[in-house]
């Protein structure tokens, strides 16, 4: 396990001095690793040399680790969430002693999504548990749970993980993964290793680098740039319920693209574009990227308010891609003051008079 020191530490000190409570209740934001620390706890409890995460040789640690130790009950939620009828069964399990050993463990996930009479029927097990019994229960954040249930148990408060530590949880899931595009999930996922792996399935990662690789080989030809933006812009609405993140990806890489301009060359902002960094720094001024940043999130509001997803493509790639180039030539003052300095018509003027030059090369 990465990261969680306080929880662990709790629990491995009542492991040590034999003060196991009965319940505990891990609480934290999802994928942290609240299932992981059960787990180790689980195999803590049932395991001949009591160590956390088991020894992994005795008969104990190697029945659990097939999943078929008949001490250890795993309650996870049938759909969105633990069933009535689940509790009944483990309530009926709870009336024998254990089997193999002295010690029974159940875990109960995700119980924060329990409907009323779920939890009702299992706060008399928390209450009082037959000897024998420990009962681990894991909860997201996301929901509130019901205090008759946390007031029952021990907490144990799990947090979201620093971003490098959780980049680190995550290649080594997928050692194929960048240290970059490792970063720039974790940043995106919040700290939580659980859901940045649930991004990677996305595949968004790949289309985003597409997606910049074609904008900055866009035409300056405008018929031709209107229909490469178009056929992007197809492209990305067919991502459908994706889209958001695929916003909140896009929104990440310019925003880091802006800290690179404000910070000058040199400085390595976590992302997972190197090379591609570079050329989008060449290609979008502080302004253009200021008037991107402001797109994305107006394109992610119209998304929010039912605007059709190709419109919302549409309109938020082409001004991506219509964004005046950055001036070759260095300049003496700083762009910074530009930017703020022109306004809307000036800027399309500018835009508009250089096209015309482009198109004329
Ligand atoms: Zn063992």
């Not at 329990?114 to 928390?126: F, G, H, I």
């Not at 490792?182 to 792996?197: D, M, T, Y």
């Amino acid at each position: 396990m990465v990261g969680q020191e306080r929880p662990l530490r709790l629990l491995q000190r009542a492991l040590a001095g034999g003060r196991l409570a009965h319940a505990y209740l891990l609480r934290g934001p999802e994928g942290v690793g609240k299932r992981t620390a059960a787990r180790a706890l689980a195999a803590a409890a049932l395991c001949r040399e009591a160590v956390f995460g088991g020894c992994g040789l005795c008969p104990a640690c190697r029945k659990l680790r097939q999943s078929v130790h008949p001490d250890f009950v795993h309650l996870a939620p049938q759909g969105t969430a633990i069933k009535i009828d689940q509790i009944r069964g483990l309530k009926d399990a709870l009336r024998f002693a254990p089997l193999a050993g002295d010690r029974r463990v159940v875990l109960l996930e995700r119980v924060q999504a329990m409907r009323p009479e779920a939890a009702n029927s299992l706060l008399k097990v928390l209450e009082e548990p037959p000897p024998g019994n420990l009962l681990l229960l894991t909860a997201d954040e996301n929901e509130p749970i019901l205090s008759t249930i946390s007031s029952r148990c021990q907490l144990l408060a799990f947090g979201p993980l620093p971003r490098e530590l959780a980049a680190l949880v995550l290649r080594r899931e997928l050692p194929e993964l960048h240290e970059a595009e490792a970063l720039a999930l974790a940043a995106l996922a919040e700290g939580s290793p659980g859901r940045a792996l649930a991004l990677h399935a996305t595949g968004m990662l790949a289309f985003r680098r597409s997606l910049i690789e074609r904008l900055l080989d866009s035409s300056d030809n405008q018929a031709v740039l209107t229909r490469e933006v178009l056929a992007l812009a197809a492209e990305a609405a067919e991502l459908k319920e994706h889209l958001p993140l695929l916003f909140d990806l896009l929104r990440l890489f310019f925003r880091d693209l802006m800290v690179r301009r404000l910070a000058g060359p040199g400085f390595e902002a976590g992302s997972d574009l190197g090379p591609l960094l570079e050329r989008a720094r060449e290609r979008w001024s502080f302004a253009a990227l200021s008037a991107t940043l402001s797109a994305i999130d107006t394109a992610s509001r119209a998304l929010a308010q039912n605007v059709t997803r190709t419109l919302v493509c549409e309109t938020l790639l082409f001004t991506i891609a219509s964004q005046k180039k950055e001036d070759p030539l260095p300049r003496p003052s700083p762009e910074y003051g530009r930017g703020e300095k022109e306004t809307r018509g000036q800027k399309s003027e500018i835009r508009e008079g250089r096209r015309g030059q482009v198109a004329a090369q």
